[in-house]
């Protein structure tokens, strides 16, 4: 079901003396926003919009009936949010058409911690809106090969998810991602091709999916108490993966860059990760996330 939200985007539209019309965006529109994200040779296949665009409040920036820019936002819980898809077309970039997708979709907002991960042609624009840098991700993809096992401390294990275990699952992501997500995490789950789940004397304390996404399949969120629970998740889902294109996109400060590249995941793009308002909380102790879903979604 979708995120609860207090403050639903207006319906009307915004008509600027270019001729450039803001407006709510619908499922209809999901053909034109796909054909603008590949115009950027970004990956997303429509499945990926379709998925993402469940969860989403989104506007599109609309010249001449066609689709020119796009921008959507996540609504999670009364006091949370993630920006992202905010795409506009090369041919009618330079006409603040990016800032006037996102002054429509912060309104609103006040009061939340806003999330994204902004290219490095964007960062200046979430600047000026107030956003601050709070880390780096490292997207890394190509062909996974077989990884040796990662050891586990004794009493710990990998084993597949049941089927009854979502809701520990939501809490991990809760908690590490600082943010409720349950409705996204069982949207995974259920288009996922594997959920592993690092087991501890009987206790949950981590979990990574596998699923496609863009070029082949995507490994994430990861979350794990520590690097070496991570990279065991990791590893696992790699290996199952091996001989296919996958991608991965950490948390820069987990220190896993080079072990990725050592099993066929190079590095090829850092986004920084940015907030506006309050930073998101994360227990000292507890699940951490190595991996996250999707730049767009956090």
Same mark, same amino acid.
């Given at each position: 079901?979708? =995120?609860?939200?207090?403050?639903?985007?207006?319906?009307?539209?915004?008509?600027?003396? $270019?001729?450039?019309?803001?407006?709510?965006?619908?499922?209809?529109?999901?053909?034109?926003?796909?054909?603008?994200? #590949?115009?950027?040779?970004?990956?997303?296949?429509?499945? $990926?919009?379709?998925?993402?665009?469940?969860?989403?409040?989104?506007?599109?920036?609309?010249?001449?009936?066609?689709?020119?820019?796009? #921008?959507?936002?996540?609504?999670?819980?009364?006091?949370?949010?993630?920006?992202?898809?905010?795409?506009?077309?090369? #041919?009618?970039?330079?006409?603040?058409?990016?800032?006037?997708?996102?002054?429509?979709?912060?309104?609103?907002?006040?009061?939340?911690?806003?999330?994204?991960?902004?290219?490095?042609?964007?960062?200046?624009?979430?600047?000026?809106?107030?956003?601050?840098?709070?880390?780096?991700?490292?997207?890394?993809?190509?062909?996974?090969?077989?990884?040796?096992?990662?050891?586990? /401390?004794?009493?710990?294990?990998?084993? =597949?998810?049941?089927?009854?275990?979502?809701?520990?699952?939501?809490?991990? $992501?809760?908690?590490?991602?600082?943010?409720?997500?349950?409705?996204?995490?069982?949207?995974?789950?259920?288009?996922?091709? #594997?959920?592993?789940?690092?087991?501890?004397?009987?206790?949950?304390?981590?979990?990574?999916?596998?699923? @496609?996404?863009?070029?082949?399949?995507?490994?994430?969120?990861?979350?794990?108490?520590?690097?070496?629970?991570?990279?065991?998740?990791?590893?696992?889902?790699?290996?199952?993966? /091996?001989? @296919? +294109?996958?991608?991965?996109?950490?948390? +820069?400060?987990?220190?896993?860059?080079?072990?990725?590249?050592?099993?066929?995941?190079?590095?090829? $793009?850092?986004?920084?990760?940015?907030?506006?308002?309050?930073?998101?909380?994360?227990?000292?102790?507890?699940?951490?996330?190595?991996?996250?879903?999707?730049?767009?979604?956090?």
């Amino acid at each position: 079901m979708p =995120p609860t939200h207090s403050a639903p985007l207006p319906p009307g539209t915004f008509i600027a003396d $270019d001729g450039v019309v803001l407006r709510a965006m619908t499922s209809e529109d999901l053909p034109q926003a796909h054909a603008l994200s #590949a115009e950027l040779r970004w990956p997303h296949r429509p499945a $990926d919009w379709e998925q993402v665009f469940a969860h989403a409040e989104g506007l599109v920036a609309e010249r001449d009936g066609q689709v020119v820019g796009t #921008a959507q936002r996540w609504l999670w819980g009364p006091d949370h949010a993630t920006i992202g898809l905010v795409i506009v077309s090369p #041919a009618c970039q330079g006409r603040r058409i990016g800032h006037r997708l996102m002054t429509a979709l912060l309104d609103g907002l006040q009061g939340r911690t806003v999330l994204l991960h902004a290219t490095t042609e964007g960062r200046g624009l979430y600047e000026r809106l107030g956003f601050v840098r709070t880390g780096e991700v490292r997207q890394h993809q190509g062909m996974a090969v077989s990884t040796p096992l990662i050891a586990l /401390a004794r009493g710990c294990r990998l084993r =597949p998810a049941g089927l009854n275990e979502a809701q520990a699952l939501h809490n991990l $992501d809760a908690q590490a991602r600082g943010m409720p997500r349950p409705a996204l995490i069982d949207d995974l789950l259920n288009q996922s091709e #594997a959920c592993v789940v690092l087991d501890c004397d009987g206790e949950q304390l981590g979990f990574a999916l596998l699923r @496609r996404f863009g070029r082949g399949h995507a490994i994430g969120p990861v979350i794990a108490p520590d690097v070496q629970g991570a990279k065991a998740l990791i590893a696992h889902l790699a290996g199952m993966n /091996a001989g @296919r +294109f996958t991608r991965i996109d950490i948390d +820069f400060d987990s220190g896993m860059t080079e072990w990725l590249e050592s099993i066929g995941l190079p590095r090829v $793009d850092a986004p920084t990760t940015m907030v506006r308002g309050a930073p998101l909380q994360s227990p000292a102790e507890g699940p951490r996330l190595f991996a996250i879903a999707t730049q767009a979604v956090g």
